[in-house]
């Protein structure tokens, strides 16, 4: 049996390579997969080739071991079927569903251990989103909002619509958030936000003295404008990851004497303050219950089979007003 991968050649281009199944070693399954989600903001670098060749993918994640140089596999919101397990597997695993950080193909192996079962009554087009809702949970615990307190949010892509989802749960007294595109703004206020604002047309700077800001664009332009909106002693939290682009920032001026705390926020790593209770199974556990909660399949705007992914990076690419989340549907059918 041949699978066949999705590969990144070069910047703007990606092919399908076909390869043989390796055969399975005994603690190892083999995964059909059933859906994966595309990244918009990493893989979105990856393709466009803005992010830091030099750099490892994921150390972390074994299927992401190797560098961000071209050719590359990339891709970790895969969710699967096992379809045949090692001689030292529990044959009860068999048709498990299951997730795995692994890139875009239609079959993989991989070790038991590397697998999250998913529970029976979780839709996949909500477990895909697995990886951004424990994003999202990550930016909490490192934002850590406090009742009463005024947050704004930059950026409304899938992490900035589940971030704001779950900031909205929050006794807050304002919830602010701010995105160029049309329906980005109108599935915030979907999800909660108190009010959506276009930055490039609004005056967003009045809502300014903000106790929490989460930079979640993508820009790193957009550094300047959310220490504009965050008040004395406040704090901003940076999830975006910005790959080769860099900006000029303004530290000269209101940063220099507001005491702006700005905060490192990766999904990689659990916040210091938390490790002496918290484990990344506890927060993969936590961000499970709230996918069933928020279902977030809500948010799929497009479909593609992995035969036209090119299709899926170029409608990513050059029309991102028109799309949220983008997945592969291995079950969508050749006609």
Known sequence: MDRQSLIFTAPRAIQLQESPISNLLPHH???????????????????????????????SISSLSGSLNFPLKYG??????????????????????VF?????????VVSINDLIPLPPNLDPDDAVFLPNMETAVNFL????????????????????LLTTSLLSRC???????????????????????????????????????ADLVYEL?????????????????????IGSWYGNKTAPLNLGGRFHRSRIKLISSQVSTLSPQLTSRWTKARRFETALNLLK??????????R????????????????????????????????
């Open 76 to 97: 970790y919101c895969a969710v699967g079927k096992i379809i045949e397990c090692g001689r030292e597997i529990d044959p009860s695993w068999k048709d498990r569903i």
């Open 293 to 302: 909660q928020i279902k977030p399949s809500r948010f799929i705007t497009h």
């Open 29 to 59: 399954v083999l995964v059909q997969t059933i859906r994966s989600a595309i990244s918009a903001g990493t893989e979105l670098l990856i393709y466009r080739g803005e992010a830091p060749s030099e750099l490892n993918a994921d150390e």
């Open 304 to 335: 593609f089979k992995l035969s036209d992914a090119a299709k899926a990076y170029q409608l990513l690419d050059q029309r991102p007003e028109e799309a949220m989340q983008v997945i592969f549907d291995y079950e969508i059918r050749n006609t």
């Open 100 to 108: 795995s950080f692994n890139p875009h193909e239609t079959h993989f």
């Open 171 to 209: 006794p807050l007294e304002s919830l602010i958030t701010l995105d160029r595109y049309p329906l980005r703004r109108e599935l915030s206020l979907k999800c909660g936000a108190t009010l959506c604002l276009d930055p490039d047309e609004s005056d967003s700077t009045k809502h300014g003295d």
């Open 141 to 160: 615990h490192d934002g850590a909002p406090l009742l009463g307190e005024r947050v704004i949010v930059l950026g409304q892509g899938i992490v900035g």
């Open 217 to 237: 664009s993508g820009s790193p332009q957009a550094l300047n404008h959310a220490i504009e909106l965050t008040g004395f002693n406040g704090r901003i939290v």
